[in-house]
């Protein structure tokens, strides 16, 4: 269970988007790939596939995971 009063710096959508993601807390279910500030920090950075590097990477799991 999370506090969303005090998350964890892991937990907070900053760290996990990679940008400042605003009043976020669940909510809606959403494709990333439609999303517009999602699309406007990554699509110059590579995408979705450059995302999901960067929650891996984020997440310590290794780069030939089979969990993909």
């Given amino acids: 269970m999370i ?9 907070r959508a900053d ?8 009043a976020y807390q669940g909510g809606d279910v959403m494709l ?7 699309q406007q920090h990554w699509q110059d950075q590579g995408g ?5 590097e960067h929650v891996r990477s984020m997440l310590k799991l290794p780069e ?4 993909r």
């Fill in 15 to 22: 760290e996990v988007f990679g940008y400042s993601v605003k």
């Fill in 32 to 38: 990333l790939e439609t999303m517009p500030t999602f």
């Fill in 3 to 11: 506090n969303w009063q005090d998350p964890p710096s892991s937990a």
């Fill in 64 to 67: 030939n995971s089979d969990n």
């Fill in 48 to 52: 979705l596939p450059a995302f999901q």
